[in-house]
């Protein structure tokens, strides 16, 4: 089986999901995983799809040729990641331009990898300050305890509070 990486980007409307699904199944490809949003008017998002191998080129011809939305596809390739390594932030705190450079760059300075970050402005019900709320799920490298990265998180701002999740 093939795996096939699929970025796309399209003005939003009812529909484009089932549009999608139904090139993808007429072509015999089955839909792994997805990350789909509306975004500032626009259906953006990212999904995985795997194929067998004599139907490749055309689920990837069909999928080109989508005219409502703007698909990327990409090779899949062969990625392990450890379960047991993994945990799960939820991060809040005022928000403000940077925060998520911030956060990113303690993340990799801590040697720990990002899985999956979604983050969203909120508005703070009694405080009218916008909120910023991410949750990310990442990869510790062998040795480095998990408290640590809280610390370093938390460390940015005295605002910023850090929840974790263990995975396994």
């Known amino acids: 089986m093939k795996q096939l990486v699929l970025t796309l980007i399209g003005k939003d409307k009812a529909g484009?999901?089932?549009q999608l699904a139904t090139v993808?199944?007429?072509?015999?490809?089955?839909?792994?995983?997805?990350?789909?949003?509306?975004?500032?008017?626009?259906?953006?998002?990212?999904?995985?799809?795997e194929v067998a191998e004599e139907n490749a080129a055309a689920l990837t011809a069909a999928l080109e040729t989508m005219q409502e939305l703007d698909v990327k596809i990409h090779q899949g390739m062969e990625s392990k990641v450890n379960p047991q390594q993994q945990l799960k932030f939820v991060i809040t705190g005022n928000d403000r331009p940077g925060i998520v450079r911030e956060l990113s760059s303690v993340i990799k300075h801590k040697g720990t990898n990002i899985i999956?970050?979604?983050?969203?402005?909120?508005?703070?019900?009694?405080?009218g300050?916008?909120?910023?709320?991410?949750?990310?799920?990442?990869?510790?490298?062998?040795?480095?305890?998990?408290?640590?990265?809280?610390?370093?998180?938390?460390?940015?701002?005295?605002?910023?509070?850090?929840?974790?999740?263990?995975?396994?």
Do not use: C, M
């Open 116 to 127: 999956h970050f979604e983050s969203s402005k909120q508005s703070a019900p009694n405080w």
């Open 16 to 18: 484009l999901v089932e």
């Open 24 to 49: 993808i199944n007429a072509h015999h490809g089955n839909w792994t995983a997805s990350n789909l949003s509306h975004l500032g008017g626009y259906f953006a998002g990212i999904l995985q799809v």
């Open 129 to 168: 300050v916008p909120l910023f709320n991410a949750i990310a799920t990442v990869e510790l490298p062998q040795g480095l305890n998990k408290e640590e990265v809280v610390r370093a998180l938390e460390a940015i701002a005295s605002d910023v509070v850090v929840d974790v999740e263990n995975l396994h």
